[in-house]
């Protein structure tokens, strides 16, 4: 298994991460596994050596003694004088998910690592699901946070969250356009807005290309929000600052990533499957479509270059060689 193994073992894959766990120990968790399956392979048969060894003469009455010619294994190699075969991985870790948080979270291993890097200049958008509890605030917007305010609710109902949450992202889709530094009056950049394929192509606040209410119970609520350049923290904001429109305040009692650029929760491997086998055929499967998404994407965005004004600079700097060489070879 050893070296085949780890020979399919470049490239991305996604796992579901569980509220409570740092991503720091998924990451470990995931190597420690990759690790043990490594080197639980057969290993290879020892390789034969000739050593003279000293032994009596056949057929000799006398106790004489001759050197003859004997095949020994040698053990210079052997996983009990050696070691294991893999002590350490390089395994790169995306868009991360604080430990409150849960859902897809993408990982590199090997020359995977560069495709992260492609993943990021791309800069792709995420969906989250939100769930927040109307009534109350808390220091740092979380439900278990320490309790600042209570507040009724009564008056809320689905028409006002909804009204609000199309003002919210109207204004985040002006600020799109802005922070996209694109001029609309030229054909080129109207179609790609009328597409939805405006994006920054550099760094900028959390902006939000889509927020829906999927779940109206009060006082609970679910909302699925699109966006990018976003932290955890800043969506739980967004749930408090949503409160204070409707004029009462909330918190949040869940952050849940359910897609990471194309890698959504049916590609994301559970804890059970953070195994050797699972993660080969995992990013197996993924390749074609990751060489795919992220020329497709990095394509995109060096044509919208080319529709900035003068003085603009982005950092994308095109496909990675890692990138390149998947595309050529695929």
């Known amino acids: 298994m050893g070296a085949a193994g780890a020979a399919r073992l470049h490239g991305l894959f996604a796992t579901y991460k569980p ?30 050596r000739v050593r003279f060894l000293l032994g009596p003469v056949e057929g000799g ?7 003859t010619a004997t095949s020994v294994p040698t053990l210079t190699n ?20 604080d430990a409150q948080a849960s859902g897809v979270l993408v990982l590199g291993v090997g020359q995977g690592r560069s495709l992260l890097t492609d993943m990021y200049h791309a800069h792709l958008t995420k969906d989250y ?23 009724t609710y009564d008056h809320v109902t689905r028409e006002k969250l909804d009204r609000i949450l199309a003002v919210i992202q109207g204004s985040h889709q002006k600020a799109l356009v802005t922070y996209s530094n694109l001029d609309l ?52 904001r967004l749930v408090h600052e949503i409160g204070l429109e409707l004029k009462t305040t909330a918190v949040c009692s869940h952050v849940r990533r359910t897609r990471d650029g194309f890698f959504t929760l049916e590609d994301a491997l559970l804890r059970t499957q953070w195994d050797l086998h699972s993660i080969q055929d995992a990013i197996q499967v993924a390749a074609p479509r990751v060489a795919a998404e992220l020329e497709k994407n990095l394509r995109l965005g060096l044509g919208t270059q080319q529709l900035h004004g003068p003085g603009w600079h ?14 050529a070879g695929g």
């Open 314 to 327: 982005g950092d994308n700097e095109g496909p990675s060689p890692a990138l390149e060489s998947w595309t």
């Open 129 to 151: 699901t939100v769930r927040g509890l109307l009534g109350k605030a808390t220091d740092d917007f979380r439900e278990d946070g320490r309790l600042v305010e209570k507040t």
């Open 185 to 236: 009056q030229t054909q080129e950049a109207y179609e790609m807005a009328v597409k939805g394929l405006i994006r920054p192509m550099n760094k900028s606040p959390m902006l939000i290309t889509g927020v829906r209410c999927l779940h109206f119970a009060p006082p609970e609520f679910l909302l699925e929000v699109q966006c990018m350049h976003e932290t955890q923290k800043q969506l739980r």
């Open 61 to 67: 009455e006398e106790k004489e003694l001759t050197l």
């Open 19 to 48: 509220p409570g766990l740092h991503w720091k120990h998924l990451r470990d968790t995931v190597e420690l596994q990759l690790l043990k399956g490594l080197n639980a392979g057969k290993p290879p048969a020892p390789e034969q």
């Open 78 to 97: 052997h996983p009990l004088v050696r070691g294991p075969a893999f002590t350490s991985l390089k395994i790169g870790v995306g868009h991360r998910l």
